[in-house]
């Protein structure tokens, strides 16, 4: 039981924090904080990726390459470059050590007021801190396993953020339904996201990214998007307005990738089998 429950925790503190600190805030920059806050959320975040943890640097500016060439040669993950989820994913991780590293050359626009902590992300991202979490999660399994079954979690407990990753950006580009038709084939993968906390709705967020709500219909509850107006109301983050909304959606390019920038109402969405 120890180990579920723990199994359980660490999936969801992970993936809020990566669609929090990585993508909302550092990407879209939907809101903003102050140091203190700022800073809380990086040892959150890396407390709760554990050895997946991500520099919020270096995923923002992957994450807006992935939105200005969505499905295009240049996407650092798009299903329609790779054969595989394996292939692509292995990409992924090149292009986020390059990115990291500043091993390529990027575009003005994809760095422009990304957050940088850079001695914490030289600790926090490094070989070392994540030998270390491969040792305490093996260990912790170890200690309270009371079932070989149980082991079967241990390698998602490793890979926890490329586990999220990978269903998010394969499988929401190759299956569900599609509220907006875009220049690219992202998709959301099912009507009520309770297991990745609003990043399953891809297709609702390609065509709205600097939203902090990722739902656009009545039963597409995003559960961050609630957590986001909590901290707004009690002082944590302060919500971008429509200004800085639309300069961060032209600096990607949005208008380009649009088809129909209408939400089809009354229709049904599109269903997409890849």
Same mark, same amino acid.
């Given at each position: 039981?120890v *180990? ?19 993508? $909302? ?6 809101? =903003?904080? &102050? $140091? ?12 709760s990726?554990?050895?997946? +943890? ?14 200005a ?6 996407d650092?993950?798009?299903p ?10 292995e &990409? ?9 590293w500043?091993?390529? @050359?990027? @575009?003005?626009?994809?760095?422009? %007021?990304? #957050? %940088?902590w850079?001695?914490?992300d030289?600790?926090?991202?490094? $070989?070392?801190a ?15 396993? =009371?079932?070989?079954?149980?082991? /079967?979690?241990l390698?998602i407990?490793i ?24 220049? &690219?084939?992202? =998709?959301?993968?099912y ?9 399953s ?15 656009? $219909?009545w039963f @597409?509850?995003?559960?961050?998007? +609630?957590? *986001? ?9 302060? /919500? ?8 961060? @959606?032209?600096? /990607? %390019?949005l ?13 049904? #969405? ?5």
């Open positions: 039981m *180990i579920v429950i723990f199994f359980i925790a660490q999936w969801y503190f992970s993936i809020f924090s990566q669609t929090f600190l990585q993508h $909302r805030y550092a990407a879209h920059r939907s809101f =903003t904080m &102050n $140091r203190f806050w700022e800073r809380f959320f990086y040892v959150f975040a890396w407390i990726q554990g050895a997946t +943890y991500m520099s919020p640097r270096a995923y923002a500016v992957m994450h807006r390459m992935h939105h060439y969505a499905d295009t040669p240049k650092p993950h798009s329609s470059n790779h054969k595989n989820m394996f292939a692509m994913m &990409n992924t991780r090149k292009m986020y050590t390059a990115c990291y500043d091993n390529i @050359e990027v @575009e003005k626009r994809f760095k422009k %007021d990304v #957050p %940088d850079p001695w914490f030289a600790w926090a991202d490094s $070989r070392i994540k030998v270390i979490w491969v040792l305490f999660y093996v260990a912790f399994y170890i200690f309270f396993a =009371t079932s070989p079954w149980l082991y /079967l979690l390698p407990s890979l926890m953020n490329p586990a999220h990753a990978v269903m998010v950006n394969w499988f929401g580009h190759k299956i569900g339904y599609r509220n907006y038709a875009l220049k &690219n084939t992202s =998709t959301n993968l009507p009520f996201d309770i297991f990745f906390l609003g990043e709705y891809h297709n609702d967020h390609h065509r709205n990214p600097s939203s902090i709500n990722m739902g656009v $219909r @597409e509850i995003d559960i961050t998007y +609630y957590i *986001i107006l909590f901290f707004s109301k009690i002082g944590i983050v302060k /919500l971008a307005g429509s200004k800085a909304k639309n300069e961060h @959606e032209r600096d /990607l %390019d208008a380009e990738s649009i088809v129909n920038p209408v939400l089809l109402k009354g229709l049904k #969405p599109e269903k997409v089998i890849a």
